[in-house]
């Protein structure tokens, strides 16, 4: 018979929400199913996307399997593949399931997030297309009360706000100049807030709950914030004596 939800619901920040009506077993079973599929998508698009390249040879092996994005792609996965193998073992408690879940998400969210800082512009795109899938999936998949749902995605949310404000500034200087490292820098803090704000929205298409049109509403006023008027364009320009210096 299902435990019953009111006495063994998970409590707690990372903890609270999660749907246990129907067995704690069943929870886990989603868990590790939602891990299993974002897992092996990573891992599909890493191989079939990037082979072609090392096979060609038009980028040297050391450079590719080192390069930041290619990294953090694969500490993603990595993550995603554990939440599968450790969901399969042994029955965990519903606190456990709970940090299970909130933290793959966060986690694998961020560094999604993560890598539209490629300086070269190739990370935004596939970057913000794996955040969006991971968070229909795990809206989809994973049973959970909607003010769980609401508050992951509002932390989501508030953590690529927090990085397009403190990691843009800290790319760079690059051998172009002053004007393509501003540029550079202006692309990635906009595509950390496009991030910021496909997460309610997305949510929002899956679940229904309105509350989260008001988060997509701040994430699109920081956005705004980004507009290059002269005073930020200013601030996201390096001084002009390292203008010219490539930071390695």
């Not at 994430?219 to 930020?232: E, H």
Request: aromatic fraction near 10%; proline fraction near 7%.
């Amino acid at each position: 018979m299902a435990e019953s939800a009111s006495t063994t619901a998970p409590r707690g920040l990372l903890c609270a929400g999660l749907d246990i009506s129907l067995g704690v077993r069943f929870v886990q079973d989603r868990l590790a199913l939602f891990g299993k599929t974002i897992f092996l998508l990573a891992l599909g698009y890493y191989v079939f996307g990037n082979g072609p390249l090392l096979i060609s040879g038009s980028v040297p092996v050391y450079d590719f399997l080192f390069h930041p994005g290619s990294l953090i792609h694969l500490g993603a996965a990595v993550v995603l593949g554990g939440l599968w193998w450790v969901a399969r073992q042994r029955p965990r408690s519903p606190v456990a399931l709970g940090f299970l879940d909130a933290g793959a998400l966060l986690f694998t969210c961020g560094a999604w997030s993560l890598m539209t800082m490629d300086p070269s512009g190739l990370g935004i795109l596939p970057g913000l297309l794996a955040t969006t899938l991971t968070v229909v999936a795990r809206a989809i998949l994973v049973p959970s009360t909607g003010t769980r749902t609401f508050w992951l995605t509002v932390v989501a949310s508030a953590f690529n706000i927090a990085l397009s404000r403190l990691l843009p500034p800290r790319l760079g200087p690059f051998r172009t100049g002053r004007e393509a490292t501003a540029f550079t820098r202006l692309v990635v803090a906009w595509a950390l807030c496009e991030a910021a704000a496909l997460f309610p929205l997305v949510v929002w298409i899956v679940s229904g709950d309105p509350r989260l049109l008001g988060v997509c509403a701040v994430d699109l006023i920081a956005l705004l914030t980004l507009y290059p008027s002269d005073a930020r364009w200013e601030s996201l320009s390096p001084p002009e004596s390292t203008g010219s210096r490539s930071l390695r």
